[in-house]
């Protein structure tokens, strides 16, 4: 079965500061990768995915991520983050589960950025 | 578009109670899906709906959950009886059967349920 880890539990950061947040997953065939994000009180959003092609993915709010495949890795940067990124990211990959193609999530990063 | 939509925001019952929470999908997606996330834990996966019917139901935890999407529009999970283990947040997320949207999922704000 597929699995996704995300290295940090909680980081924090003062603004303007380069954030990367680590995710790895463990899948042996093609892949569908995604990062979403949760605000304070709101749903989960869709920051940015990589089905082919460029493995460099630009998704919203100036946040990036590097599909790397001989490292099974995914991981989002932002070059300088700002107070309004605090929030929970997570990253999940999409692939074939027991029965269908299912997404698998990591245990999430809270980010706090501090002003 | 309107988004997922879910109901109750949040519920609070006891142990032995029974808990029915709702799912709107966005118009025009055949997939439905529910996922839950236990508190401090990863967000996991319950099952799948294509239209009517249930294409994988692998994630279901046991048999006092049971969803249904009668008609193919909207969905239903219910719990019965709950238990305190069943306590966390119910995410609905829906997305085109196919074309470009088909495996990008809208989620909705999620059900918190409380059991006491």
């Known amino acids: 079965a597929q699995s996704v880890s995300q290295h940090n539990h909680h980081v924090i950061l003062s603004e303007a500061a380069s954030l990367e947040l680590g995710c790895n997953y463990s899948?042996?065939?093609?892949?569908?990768l995604f990062w979403y994000v949760q605000y304070p009180g709101q749903h989960l959003q869709l920051l940015l995915k990589?089905?082919?092609?460029?493995?460099l993915v630009k998704g919203i709010k100036g946040f990036e991520a590097e599909f790397i495949k001989s490292k099974f890795s995914f991981n989002l940067r932002k070059p300088s983050v700002q107070w309004s990124d605090t929030a929970e990211y997570f990253c999940?990959?999409?692939?074939?589960?027991?029965?269908?193609?299912?997404?698998?999530f990591g245990k999430g990063t809270k980010l706090s950025v501090i002003p | 578009e309107a988004g997922v939509t879910q109901f109750p925001s949040h519920s609070v019952i006891e142990k032995g109670q029974t808990v029915t929470l709702r799912c709107d999908p966005i118009?025009?997606?055949?997939?439905l899906y529910w996922y839950r996330r236990v508190m401090g834990k990863e967000i996991k996966f319950l099952l799948h709906?294509?239209?009517?019917?249930?294409?994988?139901e692998s994630g279901m935890p046991n048999n006092r959950f049971l969803a249904e999407r009668t008609g193919g529009t909207y969905s239903t999970l219910k719990v019965q009886p709950a238990e305190l283990e069943d306590s966390g947040v119910y995410f609905c997320?829906?997305?085109?059967?196919?074309?470009?949207?088909?495996?990008?999922?809208?989620f909705g704000a999620g059900s918190r349920l409380t059991v006491l």
């Open positions: 990589y089905f082919s092609g460029d493995p």
């Open positions: 899948y042996g065939g093609t892949v569908n």
């Open positions: 999940a990959v999409l692939a074939r589960g027991a029965g269908s193609y299912q997404l698998t």
């Open positions: 118009s025009g997606h055949d997939n």
């Open positions: 709906f294509v239209k009517e019917s249930k294409q994988d």
């Open positions: 997320a829906s997305s085109r059967l196919v074309g470009s949207g088909a495996n990008v999922l809208t």
